[in-house]
Antibody, heavy 119, light 110 residues
Framework: QVQLQESGPGLVKPSETLSLTCTVS????????WSWIRQPAGKGLEWIGRIHSSGTTNYNPSLKSQFSMSVDRSTNQLSLRLSSVTAADTAVYYCAKYSGSYFSYFDSWGQGTLVTVSS | QSVLAQPPSVSGAPGQRVTISCTGSSSNIGTDYGVHWYQQLPGTAPKLLIFDNSNRPSGVPDRFSGSRSGTSASLAISGLQAEDEADYYCQSYDNSLSAVFGGGTKLTVL
């Protein structure tokens, strides 16, 4: 089973750009869909979007279009960029692997990385 | 406000059976996308518990079961144990092709 590990700066100032990385080990990033999901403290899960190993992306239309996902097959890494962050973006960010198809379930999750937006 | 509605909390004594409901609509659970359930123990990442409405991944005890009917789904936990105390989330997809989650249900074992 693949393992996922998120990494990021921890603390970001308002209006800055947040960059997170998810490193996949124990398997190839190729041929799968991957997602970013976030969870504010004490709240529920929010799907940010999905990306295929080919680079095709879909984003949650309910969120502002400030997210950008990418994949690097050479390093087996996923990336998430969030521009113009506000306090509302403070959350634990998870990367997760789809079990198979476009509409399948998340069978592997990273441990999550906490992002705090504060000046 | 979450797309899928779950009760904020449920509770039960050890050995009892509890159920957690997940209510959606014709644009999400009412489709054929399937409903999945995740267990989130305190301070940890969610873990897949039930997939495709009623299937258990390897290693998940058969005390956990899922079902779906129409625009709703439910998770049942029988023989409640202290280690089951966690947050539980349902998940499906909607017509915008987005994954949608329930708001989560906190299970307290009395």
């Amino acid at each position: 089973q693949v393992q996922l590990q998120e990494s990021g700066p921890g603390l970001v100032k308002p209006s800055e750009t947040l960059s997170l990385t998810c490193t996949v080990s124990g398997g190839s990033i190729s041929s799968y869909y991957w997602s970013w999901i976030r969870q504010p403290a004490g709240k529920g899960l929010e799907w940010i979007g999905r990306i295929h190993s080919s680079g095709t992306t879909n984003y949650n239309p309910s969120l502002k279009s400030q997210f950008s996902m990418s994949v690097d097959r050479s390093t087996n890494q996923l990336s998430l960029r969030l521009s113009s962050v506000t306090a509302a973006d403070t959350a634990v960010y998870y990367c997760a692997k789809y079990s198979g198809s476009y509409f399948s379930y998340f069978d592997s999750w990273g441990q999550g990385t906490l992002v705090t937006v504060s000046s | 406000q979450s797309v899928l509605a779950q009760p904020p909390s449920v509770s039960g004594a050890p050995g009892q059976r509890v159920t957690i409901s997940c209510t959606g609509s014709s644009s999400n659970i009412g489709t054929d996308y399937g409903v999945h359930w995740y267990q989130q123990l305190p301070g940890t990442a969610p873990k897949l518990l039930i997939f495709d409405n009623s299937n258990r991944p390897s290693g998940v005890p058969d005390r956990f079961s899922g079902s779906r009917s129409g625009t709703s789904a439910s998770l049942a936990i029988s023989g409640l144990q202290a280690e089951d105390e966690a947050d539980y989330y349902c998940q499906s997809y909607d017509n915008s092709l987005s994954a949608v989650f329930g708001g989560g249900t906190k299970l307290t074992v009395l």
